[in-house]
Structures are given as structure tokens and as C-alpha cells.
């Protein structure tokens, strides 16, 4: 089953580029990595601890991005807390001290659509198809082994050196007995300012609906600084805030940028 599961990941990546290309030829290619690190207690006693490496390919030409994210994770926890659901993804536990455990994470396919290019007096809108699969170990914990869709509109303007930006969106979460899940609306609210031609610095606001009854909602506020090292890296940083039992209490990370 695993070495099935492994053939309709590569299968699905190497059509997923492929569709990438033939999208158009004149495009730009980008990979990025670095790590997210984030711990909360998400209503308990004692904390859960998630460090991700991700690897994140994007292809993009003038109306499309293609993006592709495959993680590593350590995941520390107690109360069986899974990545990405908070305090509604918790697994029945009898550990009686924390755990930790690591491999590859779910792999996430993304496909954008630049639907209106957003000017000085026009607000940009974008449109977002993802799916999630389940290649994160389930008996591990880090992963539902279901997979998960997900549709999402971003607005943006442009107002000299200040970008606001708005997004909503719907997640289709698989759901089973043992681990119950609902779909969620979700969304985010935030913006940018350039500083200088190579530094930006920016603020968003994140709020997530519960993602079982028993879960709470998630709210998380984000804070950035993006450096252009030349005119093929970039470098950005974050510190990240939770305000819910659905989100980490902090969480920090740093990711590297390089055009191919």
C-alpha cells in the first residue's frame, strides 16, 4: 500500500510539472526552503512542538503559478495534537509523556490563476485550487491519511509603496470515524510596505473556522521582513502570534528563495 501511495505521489508531481511547462514556455522557475518551527499548548496542559523543512517548487508565467510544497516534520506532543488542525485534529492517547516523531509531511499541490492583474488604480484579483495528499505517516500522527481540497480568492491593491491584500477561502477536510473533520471556511487579512528596492516588511492577520466540534478556531497574527539578497535570492523572516486553543501559542521561521 505505501509503495502505491509513493507511485501516485511521483505520478501526480511529474504530471503536475508537466502541465506546468506546457502552460507556457517563457515562464519562471523558483525553489525555496528553510524551516518553520511553532509550539502551543491548543488548550491543554503541555505543549506540541512542530518543526517543518519544507521544500517548495514554483513554476510561474504571466497568468500562472504552479506550486508544489513537500515538508519533513518533527512533531513533540502529548495529547496526539496533528499538524495543521489544532486543537480539533487531538488523537486519543495513553502516552504518559511526550512523544516525538518525523518523516515526510503531506505533500501540497497548488495551482493559481492570475485572474486580474492589479495596477495603481485596478485591485488585482487571484484564484487558488489546492489538494493535499496523504503521504505524512497517519499512524504517526503526522497526518489524517485522508486527502484534503481546498479553493481560495485572494484581492490585492497596489498603493505606491503599501500593498493590501484580503483572502477567503473553503477547505474540504477528509473525514472518518476515528477522526471526525469539517469542512472550514477560512481567510486572511493584511498587508505589505516596501521599504527599499531589496527590503518589505509586512502583517497578517489569519482566522480559520474549528475543524471538528470538539476543536476551537484558529487566529494568528504574522509578522515578516523580506530581504532580496541579488536578483536570484531572497531571504524572508517571521514571528508569528496565536490568540485560540486552535492555533500555536508562537511559532517563528525563515525561508530561502532561489529563481533557477
Do not use: H
Request: proline letters at 2%.
Amino acid at each position: 500500500m505505501k509503495n502505491y501511495l509513493w507511485v501516485c505521489v511521483l505520478s501526480s508531481s511529474a504530471s503536475f510539472f508537466s502541465q506546468a511547462a506546457f502552460a507556457a514556455i517563457d515562464g519562471k522557475a523558483s525553489v525555496a526552503t528553510g524551516f518553520d518551527s511553532t509550539s502551543g499548548n491548543y488548550g491543554s496542559s503541555s505543549a506540541t512542538n512542530v518543526l517543518t523543512i519544507p521544500v517548495i517548487g514554483k513554476y510561474e508565467t504571466e497568468s500562472w503559478l504552479f506550486k508544489l510544497t513537500v515538508p519533513y516534520l518533527q512533531v513533540t506532543t502529548l495529547t496526539g495534537v496533528i499538524p495543521g488542525l489544532g486543537n480539533g485534529g487531538m488523537k486519543k492517547t495513553a502516552a504518559v509523556s511526550a512523544t516525538t516523531q518525523s518523516g515526510l509531511g503531506d505533500v501540497v499541490m497548488a495551482t493559481t490563476y492570475y485572474a486580474i492583474d492589479g495596477g495603481k488604480d485596478t485591485a488585482g484579483l487571484d484564484l487558488t485550487a489546492k489538494v493535499k495528499l496523504p503521504t505524512a505517516d497517519k499512524k504517526a500522527g503526522l497526518g489524517t491519511g485522508e486527502i484534503d481540497y481546498a479553493i481560495q480568492t485572494d484581492v490585492y491593491q497596489n498603493m505606491d509603496k503599501v500593498t493590501v491584500t484580503a483572502s477567503i477561502g473553503r477547505k474540504f477536510l477528509g473525514s472518518t470515524a476515528a477522526l471526525p473533520l469539517n469542512d472550514i471556511f477560512y481567510g486572511s487579512v493584511g498587508g505589505s510596505y516596501r521599504v527599499s528596492d531589496k527590503m518589505s516588511a509586512g502583517v497578517n492577520l489569519d482566522a480559520a473556522q474549528a475543524t471538528s466540534a470538539s476543536g476551537s478556531s484558529q487566529l494568528e497574527l504574522t509578522g515578516s521582513i523580506s530581504s532580496k539578497i541579488d536578483k536570484t535570492k531572497k531571504i524572508q523572516g517571521y514571528l508569528l502570534k496565536g490568540f485560540t486553543d486552535g492555533s500555536p501559542d508562537i511559532g517563528y521561521g525563515v525561508l530561502f528563495t532561489l529563481v533557477l
